[in-house]
């Protein structure tokens, strides 16, 4: 009896210890989430600044203000160490530049060790840094910014590039925004600030320490080669539990940032997005349309008044042709008066062929003359 006690209590003690071993086993479980829109995301996403969940379920980074930042984050760190620095991540986003060929100034992708960004600054630091902390390696930082502002004081190689970033703003590698179109066998080039909207993948392998970013068209299969592939030790730089998230600023020009959906996953590839499920995009065509209206609206009054001109211009020259002087004294033969049209269509214009003599007045008009039974009063008039 007292031996089938003892061994059920060891029994349990085993099954406690197997317990308590699954659960840390779950604790450490690789993170994995999808957010195909955010819609109702409000608790489970961290945002700060210009961020907002549009009522659709778009995550919008910023709106056109000026000089200002934002933040959205997963809200629970995630593990990275002892086991888990690999990492596969995709998410859909768009850019709509306030003024055409005018941006700023991107979204970053960020892992960092906190989702605490007050001391960080708006325009080229990309809400990601500050200059004082720009470049050093405390920050533990990873990020890979989509940037549309060539800042030469960080060496952008343009002003559409995708880079990768650690603890800097100054990329350690970095590409023109461009995707491999494996039907057509090219690369081809993307406007970051198209207001198009665009997905990318950023994977890292621990094993290979290979960072691999890959930019396409949304709805556009993934490429097979990708953008940027970097050999990087994250080791070094990621910390054992992180923050995942995205970074967004403007400047003294803005853009409109915009995420569409997000998939995260530390156990193998992310979880495609479901593209039916993504919110829509506000429309700038119907925007663009009405500005094209003004612009048609407004070609077509200056067409309009310079038709106007042109017949005025024209009217004025027919009245000048057949202009007549009238004096005072002319108003008593009023009937009689000859027209100076009449005479001008009578001698077809005052040709020389048309001449009605040459007189002591100078040359007389002949031609058929309409019968009024009176002598030109212009003729007189003017010897
Ligand atoms: C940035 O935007 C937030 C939210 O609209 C606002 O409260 C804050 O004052 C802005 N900061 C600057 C520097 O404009
Ligand atoms: C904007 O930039 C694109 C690409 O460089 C160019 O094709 C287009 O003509 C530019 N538009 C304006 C209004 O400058
Ligand atoms: C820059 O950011 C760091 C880290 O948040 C902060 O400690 C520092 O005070 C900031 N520097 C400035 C000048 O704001």
């Not at 990873?142 to 952008?156: K, N, Y």
């Not at 020009?253 to 996953?265: D, P």
Request: a positive charge; proline letters at 4%.
């Amino acid at each position: 009896m007292a031996l089938m006690a003892i061994s059920l209590q060891y029994l349990l003690h085993i099954s406690t210890i197997i317990l308590i071993l699954g659960a840390l086993t779950l604790v450490q479980d690789e993170t994995q989430f999808t957010y195909n829109g955010f819609r109702g995301s409000i608790n489970k996403l961290h945002v700060d600044g210009l961020a907002t969940i549009l009522p659709n379920g778009l995550l919008q980074m910023t709106n056109y203000s000026m000089r200002n930042t934002s933040h959205a984050f997963y809200p629970y760190p995630v593990i990275f160490k002892p086991k888990h620095l690999s990492f596969s991540t995709t998410f859909a986003f768009a850019m709509y530049p306030q003024v055409p060929n005018h941006s700023g100034h991107g979204i970053v992708f960020v892992i960092s060790p906190s989702t605490n960004f007050k001391h960080a600054l708006s325009s080229i630091y990309l809400g990601l840094v500050n200059v004082t902390n720009n470049g050093l390696s405390s920050n533990h930082i990873f990020a890979v910014e989509l940037d549309t502002i060539q800042t030469r004081e960080f060496g952008d190689i343009d002003d559409s590039h995708v880079g990768i970033d650690v603890n800097s703003l100054r990329s350690i590698d970095a590409a023109s925004s461009s995707y491999y179109s494996d039907k057509e066998g090219v690369n081809k080039t993307l406007l970051l600030n198209s207001g198009k909207p665009m997905q990318i993948w950023i994977e890292y392998d621990e094993v290979q320490m290979l960072a691999n970013v890959t930019l396409a068209p949304l709805g556009h299969p993934k490429p097979s080669k990708c953008l940027l592939s970097k050999h990087i030790d994250l080791s070094t730089i990621l910390l054992d539990s992180m923050y995942v998230g995205f970074s967004s600023s403007t400047g003294k020009i803005s853009n409109s940032h915009y995420i569409l959906g997000w998939s995260w996953s530390q156990s193998g590839k992310a979880k495609d997005l479901d593209l039916s499920k993504l919110p829509s995009l506000p429309r700038i065509k119907h925007k663009k349309l009405s500005s094209n209206k003004l612009v048609f609206v407004l070609l077509l009054s200056v067409v309009l008044l310079l038709l106007l001109v042109i017949a005025g211009v024209f009217w004025f020259m027919w009245r000048k042709k057949y202009e007549e002087l009238h004096e005072s004294w002319e108003k008593e033969y009023a009937p009689h008066r000859l027209s100076y049209k009449d005479l001008f269509v009578a001698t077809k214009g005052f040709k020389e062929s048309g001449l009605l003599g040459v007189g002591g007045f100078g040359k007389v008009y002949k031609g058929v003359l309409p019968s009024t039974g009176a002598t030109s009063c212009c003729e007189t008039n003017r010897s």
